[in-house]
């Protein structure tokens, strides 16, 4: 982890993971709670690229695995991409939900 930040008034914990680091994100809520605390919203932004399929998914510089979007999408346009998204989960995995992405650098 590189770091983490929590401001207690406004009930907002700030997780920024180290560039070589890929990390579990539906174990955040969990450790939240654990903490003592019930966790909130999870909000990801990052950046990566959009890969297409039956379910699109968006993948985070680095990563080996892809997060699935709630949408699919049979095209995706190259490159590196700014995204910012709710994270839901969907049963046993988790699920990108109103997502935006900008080309990077915009």
């Known amino acids: 982890m590189r770091t983490i ?3 207690l008034q406004t009930n907002l914990v700030t997780i ?3 560039t070589d680091r ?3 994100l539906g174990a955040i809520a969990e450790s939240i ?3 003592g ?3 909130g919203p999870l909000h990801l932004r990052a950046l990566g690229t959009l890969e297409p399929g039956e379910r699109g998914c968006f993948r985070i510089r680095g990563w080996s695995r892809c997060i699935p979007l709630g949408g699919q ?3 995706a346009p190259g490159g590196e991409f700014a995204l910012e998204a709710d994270v839901e989960a969907e ?3 988790l699920v990108l939900r109103r997502a935006r992405v900008a080309v990077r650098g915009t």
């Open 16 to 18: 920024t993971p180290a």
């Open 91 to 93: 049963g046993e995995s």
């Open 73 to 75: 999408f049979e095209h």
């Open 22 to 24: 890929e990390i579990d």
């Open 33 to 35: 709670h654990d903490a």
């Open 5 to 7: 930040d929590i401001d």
């Open 37 to 39: 605390f019930n966790p």
